[in-house]
T-cell receptor, first 115, second 110 residues
Framework: EPEVTQTPSHQVTQMGQEVILRCVPISNHLYFYWYRQILGQKVEFLVSFYNNEISEKSEIFDDQFSVERPDGSNFTLKIRSTKLEDSAMYFC?????????????FGDGTRLSIL | EDQVTQSPEALRLQEGESSSLNCSYTVSGLRGLFWYRQDPGKGPEFLFTLYSAGEEKEKERLKATLTKKESFLHITAPKPEDSATYLCAVLGNYGQNFVFGPGTRLSVLP
């Protein structure tokens, strides 16, 4: 069964450094998402991406965040200047379509630890 | 603002002891309610989508039902391998993002 893959599984970074989290969505999916989950808290939406542009973003997704689809398979989340509070699990998801409530399929996440 | 709550927060069952998990929601027009299973250190794994009140879906020992204000995940004769956190999420009429509940942490003891 096709799946969403994310790398690295764990990233440790010094505060203030830039990180790039990588995702390979399911190949025929058209919509891509990033969510985060702080330890012990809810899964929270960050951003959705379609047709090479951001279609929706949450209040969390401020100027330090950016997303990109640099080629036909990868989808990346960049955090420009990391803060301690950015420590969380970051999940990438993809869906085939948007209408009629299509399920989103999630990767196993990248655990980001900011020191 | 779309909101999702889940109860109980945690549930311990003996193997074979059936029970139900609750997901209550308020949403500006429901386009879908989704159940996911999440194992420790893993991403949410899709289980079911429900679209309208009265709808039911089944998969092995799990059955999901939907009313206008809540959804139930019924677990019949659970096994230890059913132990996980079960997440509920809704997609409303506005936006494309899922709104997740906090989850119910299920432990099934042998």
């Amino acid at each position: 069964e096709p799946e969403v893959t994310q790398t690295p599984s764990h990233q440790v970074t010094q505060m203030g450094q830039e990180v790039i989290l990588r995702c390979v969505p399911i190949s025929n999916h058209l919509y891509f998402y990033w969510y985060r989950q702080i330890l012990g808290q809810k899964v929270e939406f960050l951003v959705s991406f379609y047709n090479n542009e951001i279609s929706e973003k949450s209040e969390i997704f401020d100027d330090q965040f950016s997303v990109e689809r640099p080629d036909g398979s990868n989808f990346t989340l960049k955090i420009r200047s990391t803060k301690l509070e950015d420590s969380a699990m970051y999940f990438c998801a993809s869906s085939l379509a948007r209408g009629a409530g299509q399920p989103q399929h999630f990767g196993d996440g990248t655990r980001l630890s900011i020191l | 603002e779309d909101q999702v709550t889940q109860s109980p927060e945690a549930l311990r069952l003996q193997e074979g002891e059936s029970s139900s998990l609750n997901c209550s929601y308020t949403v500006s027009g429901l386009r879908g309610l989704f159940w996911y299973r999440q194992d420790p250190g893993k991403g949410p794994e899709f289980l079911f989508t429900l679209y309208s009140a009265g709808e039911e879906k089944e998969k092995e020992r799990l059955k999901a039902t939907l009313t206008k204000k809540e959804s139930f995940l019924h677990i019949t004769a659970p096994k230890p391998e059913d132990s996980a956190t079960y997440l509920c999420a809704v997609l409303g009429n506005y936006g494309q993002n899922f709104v997740f509940g906090p989850g119910t942490r299920l432990s099934v003891l042998p």
